[in-house]
């Protein structure tokens, strides 16, 4: 029998090789990992740097499109499991009958969330202060990682952190989650209603400035007219580098915990 197929998907600014370790775990419990980049992203982080013109101009869809055909090759539908707004495209590969189950961590919002409290506008603030960031690349500054990914951990850890996993991003997807509200063809759109699904994880930091816990428990709220099994989880001291920060197994084992329950 084939080992069921986990698929990784990382967020904005944080390159997929940062899930190296969740990848020997699950390959350890059992499951065939893989944890391909979002469209444009190199190899490795050295690279993808140096690269920056080719994540630029990217969107939601884009990323959720290119998803979409690497789990079509799969042998079967795969769990996802996704941080950031790679926790949004989990949500919509579930919804589309993509993937048989999902876990979305720290998700970036889908449209339909309202919340947006400071600290959230703060981290978001390198990418829309500039409307040109729209179609560009855009690299966040160690202090901006430090504030908006690595503000529960020490600094010496943070500044760690950004060596090993910062990547330029695209500002596409922050932009269109802004305008998610006014725009009747959001490619933020999730849908949250349908019962033929497989189940979902959505979980929350208490100390997240990304993707504030407000933001993600409203999102899973979202969810209150759906039958299928969505669940919710805070850790409560965690901040937006929870998955691939020093505590990252606490997160890990618990995601696989929750899959060996359903």
């Known amino acids: ?8 998907i990382h967020g904005l600014w944080v390159h997929s090789a940062a899930w190296e370790p969740w990848i020997q ?3 350890t419990a059992g499951y065939t990992p893989l944890a391909p980049g979002w469209p444009g992203d190199a190899a490795d982080v ?25 789990v079509a090759d799969l042998p079967q539908h795969p ?8 926790g949004l495209i989990a949500q919509q590969l579930l919804a589309s009958g993509h993937a048989s189950h999902a876990v979305a961590i720290d998700p970036g919002p889908p449209k339909g969330v309202t919340k947006v409290p400071l ?50 991003g695209p500002g596409k997807p922050l932009f269109e989650a802004t305008s998610a509200k006014k725009d009747p063809n959001s490619p933020a759109a999730v849908d949250t209603a349908s019962s033929d699904r497989g189940p979902l994880l959505i979980t929350g930091g208490g100390k997240d400035h990304q993707v504030p816990e407000a933001v993600t428990r409203q999102a899973y709220q979202l ?9 919710y ?18 997160v890990a084992d618990f995601t696989l915990s929750w899959l060996a329950r359903h």
């Open 1 to 8: 029998m084939t080992a069921q197929p986990v698929v990784f």
């Open 25 to 27: 775990l699950y390959r």
């Open 46 to 70: 050295e690279a993808t740097r140096r690269n920056r013109s080719a994540v630029a101009g990217h969107g939601l869809a884009d990323i959720a499109e290119h998803y979409t055909k690497i």
């Open 79 to 86: 769990i996802i499991i996704g941080h950031s707004f790679g």
């Open 119 to 168: 600290s959230q506008i703060r981290a978001a603030l390198p990418v829309l202060r500039k409307k040109s960031n729209r179609d560009n690349a855009v690299t966040l500054t160690e202090r901006q990682f430090r504030y908006s990914f690595a503000n529960a951990v020490s600094k010496d850890e943070a500044r760690e952190l950004y060596r090993r996993w910062s990547i330029p």
């Open 223 to 231: 969810y209150a007219d759906s039958r299928a099994v969505t669940d």
């Open 233 to 250: 989880h805070v850790f409560a001291d965690r901040g937006h580098s929870l998955v691939f920060d020093s505590k990252w197994r606490e």
